[in-house]
């Protein structure tokens, strides 16, 4: 016998109290080991079983009474089991999030913040049908944190012990090596039973009524019963999904579902249903020669021969007296009888064919039996498929599967109607608000902090992401999967929120690569809607996106705005029209000269935010459909916003791997008051722009929004300033120039130069016009001339060269 880490001898041994005690500790350390380091060493134990499964094969055929062939199989499945594709699917098919197993997360829906707690101690009654099973029933235990006790079956001792001695030789640091037991007594041993029914928190129990029974009875209030009893499945097949198939084909389908493990798990048909009008002869024939042709099965037992026989002879005798037929051969059975009610076979290649009229007939002879049922695997018409899925599942079937796949089961689906991994832990709840939230999250991490959690030689799952860099030296964050996934969930609700929806064409234009975030995000927003994605990306050539946008002619576009400008500035030149219903923006401000140029060369009717985000904090406001201009709401379950000297500072609740707290956002921006149209009551605010948008110049201020203001009188949409400075005859004199993308507008620029000077205050009451048109220079270039970052596409607005 195998306890947490120790092999005994003697089989009382295990029942001594202080072996009992020490387990606290035990449950304390394997709580606070993280979800990944578990599915790191299970994934890392998985690579193992190449050699290990070799030399395990000999006693497994002996003990299991499997074919070599499908003993091999079986053991070719583990590594599968223990891979970490398949455990994080599993995970997160039922918990959604894998951080809920490791700390109070928010989870996409509901309030506060949640924690799955393991139950504690889980005694795992295991069958002996299939010997993988009760590894894969000891998975779940590792997967939840739970410790673990695995009864074994009389006729699956060996490959239990084998599975933990190779752990424990694995587990060098005993992350999981010394969390589990592998136990045997004496089914039905009462005194034993009782005394492990008080020392667990819940019990899995997976066999027959009798063991389950056992299992009820005076089972103490505290304790958990999860029981998986007896089972029975059974193949469907209709005229309909029958016409026009190989006969050939559909037969070695149907054989398919019934040779794994000689018939014995609970997923495989023991009846076969067919369509009164299917031709029974053909199909039944080219079954008989499936099964001649099916490899070789395992051994059976005289009990399990003596059973085949009798459903044999019940077979000729149907044969003869109510219109049956019954095939055999040196290793199957099929039997057609006349009863249509289900019926367990004996099993080891026994297959009893049934017939029904219709599908309320199947209906009603099924019902009865729905304690029993789990798995139907089937052959249906399209145009049928829905109604009899629909209908049956109210007879208490757990699962449907096409014909040929039904006893190999999908990661993460529920078994038995149940997700188990739910029921091996408890959620509990912080139902903490936004508003509420205190000193939990640390400081957002300096730039050696940074540089130390990229450079360290165990870097977390996940992504690193990079700043544009527009306002200096790119900064590099990191996002774990979780949080990555969770920023799309938010995006994609603020698309939804906006009028996206499934099926409609979206063209990302946000720019990929060079760690940049914003096109990966919104592609796993815009998947998550169900959206047609045409994933273009902005540095794409102008000539291409024409093309791609005039042939799949999208509802949305998506992008930075002044990248949105140009193409469409291109296409106007080119003389080309396009009409792009709704556009979705991010990285910079919308400008209303942008939007009125937009509306006239697009003929775009609703302009959205694709989000307000920064790389470091991630996503902050959504807008609904009744936002203004530059009008937001504020993720508040999530986000905590205050405004310091105008500008937005952010503490994120989402961000774990790096957290964020008084995150200094650089953007301008003022609450807005009252309840908005859409009856949400996250708080509100516009931005206003950036606060870094007051130019230092010449002892005065120049606001970048009264340049902004003149070049859009005269139809200018992008320009860059420039700010300089020069020793001329020992004194320092500064520079402003401004550089513009013309277009198709002409003007003035000396009246350009006058109509700045009379609308900054500052710049009239300080200098003289003379002094100001010495000091400015402008110049104009073609469209798409100025230089854009390579990461982001973006304009750097201002750019001050002075040293």
């Known amino acids: 016998m195998f306890w947490f880490g120790e092999n005994l001898s003697d089989k009382k041994e295990w029942q001594d109290s202080a072996k009992w005690s020490s387990l606290s500790q035990k449950r304390r350390a394997l709580h606070a080991t993280s979800i990944d380091s578990i599915i790191e060493l299970l994934d890392s134990f998985s690579k193992e079983w190449t050699t290990l499964s070799q030399e395990a094969l000999p006693r497994l055929i002996l003990e299991s009474g499997f074919s070599l062939e499908e003993t091999e199989k079986t053991l070719s499945l583990l590594p599968g089991l223990l891979s970490r594709e398949s455990l994080e699917k599993r995970i997160k098919a039922e918990f959604v999030r894998p951080a809920v197993l490791d700390r109070f997360t928010k989870l996409p829906y509901g309030s506060g913040k949640v924690r799955a707690i393991a139950n504690g101690v889980v005694l795992h009654v295991t069958a ?119 006969l050939e084909v559909v037969a070695e389908k149907i054989v398919a579902d019934i040779l794994p493990w000689d018939q014995s798990a609970c997923a495989s048909p023991q009846n076969l249903y067919l369509e009164e009008g299917v031709d029974e002869a053909k199909l039944l024939s080219a079954l008989e020669r499936a099964f001649l042709k099916a490899p070789s099965r395992g051994t059976i037992s005289d009990d399990e021969a003596t059973e085949i026989l009798k459903e044999k002879y019940r077979g000729l005798y149907s044969e003869l007296m109510e219109a049956g037929k019954v095939s055999s051969g040196p290793e199957h059975l099929i039997h057609l009888e006349q009863n249509k009610l289900l019926k367990p076979s004996p099993l080891h290649r026994s297959l009893i064919v049934k017939r029904f009229k219709d599908l309320e007939e199947l209906y009603s002879l099924l019902e009865p039996f729905s304690y029993y049922l789990q798995s139907c695997s089937y052959l249906l018409g399209t145009d049928e498929k829905s109604q ?80 544009g860099g527009t306002t200096g030296e790119p900064k590099f964050v990191h996002f774990s999967y979780e949080e990555f996934d969770y920023m799309s969930d938010m995006l994609a609700s603020n698309l939804i929120r906006q009028g996206v929806r499934p099926g409609m064409t979206v063209a990302n234009l946000f720019v990929a690569g060079n760690l940049w975030s914003s096109f990966m995000c919104v592609e796993r927003a815009l998947e998550k809607i169900g959206a047609v994605q045409l994933p273009i990306g902005g540095m794409c050539t102008t000539d291409n996106i024409l093309l791609y946008l005039k042939k799949f002619r999208p509802d949305v576009v998506m992008g930075i705005p002044s990248m949105l400008v140009m193409n469409a500035e291109y296409m106007e030149e080119k ?96 609450w807005i008051e009252g309840t908005c149209e859409c009856g949400s009551l996250d708080k509100r605010f516009k931005l206003l722009g950036r606060v870094d948008n007051v130019i230092q110049i010449w002892s005065c201020r120049l606001l970048t929004t009264d340049v902004e203001a003149v070049m859009s009188d005269r139809g200018v949409l992008t320009f860059q300033i420039k700010i300089t400075e020069s020793r001329e005859a020992n004194v320092v004199r500064e520079k402003l120039s401004i550089t513009y993308e013309k277009g198709q507008t002409e003007f003035d620029q000396e009246t350009l130069i006058q109509d700045l000077y009379q609308r900054s205050r500052d710049v009239k009451d300080t200098i003289s016009l003379m002094e100001f048109k010495k000091d400015i220079l402008l110049t104009s270039v073609q469209s798409g001339a100025i230089p854009r970052n390579p990461r982001t596409g973006k304009i750097s607005q201002v750019l001050d060269q002075r040293r």
């Open 128 to 246: 002996g049908n299939v010997f993988l099973s009760s590894i894969d029933s000891l998975i779940m235990g590792f997967l939840t944190k739970n410790l673990s006790i695995v009864k074994v079956s009389s006729q699956n001792q060996f490959f239990p012990l084998f599975f933990a001695e190779k752990l424990k030789a694995f587990d060098k640091n005993k992350i999981l090596s010394d969390k589990f037991a592998v136990l045997h007594w004496k089914g039905g041993d009462s005194e034993t039973e009782t005394f492990i029914k008080s020392k667990v928190n819940t019990i899995i129990a997976w066999g027959g009524e009798e063991m389950i029974a056992s299992y009820q009875k005076d089972l103490p209030k505290q304790v958990k019963l999860l029981d998986f009893g007896p089972k029975i499945s059974f193949q469907l097949i209709s005229k309909s999904g029958l016409l026009g198939k190989n």
């Open 388 to 467: 009899y899925l629909e209908t049956l599942s109210l007879t208490g079937i757990k699962r449907f599967a096409p014909l040929g796949t039904v006893t190999f089961g999908m990661d993460g689906a529920p078994h038995d109607g149940r997700f188990v991994l739910r029921e091996l832990v408890n959620f509990i709840g912080d139902e903490i608000r936004a508003q509420n939230y205190g000193e939990e999250i640390l400081e957002v991490e300096n730039s050696t902090t940074l540089k130390s959690h990229f450079e360290k030689s165990e870097r977390p799952r996940g992504y690193v992401f990079s700043s």
């Open 575 to 670: 003389g080309e029209k396009i009409e792009v219903p709704m556009i979705f923006y991010a990285g910079e401000a919308l400008s209303e000269i942008r939007k009125d140029y937009l509306t006239r060369t697009w003929n775009t009717k609703f302009f959205g935010s694709a989000g307000y985000a920064s790389v470091d904090a991630g996503v902050i406001g959504y807008q609904c459909s009744h936002s203004g201009h530059g009008e937001h709401h504020l993720f508040s379950d999530l986000v905590e916003l205050n405004i310091v000297e105008e500008e937005a500072i952010v503490t994120s609740y989402a961000r774990n791997t790096m957290p964020i707290k008084n995150y200094r956002t650089g953007d301008k921006i003022e």
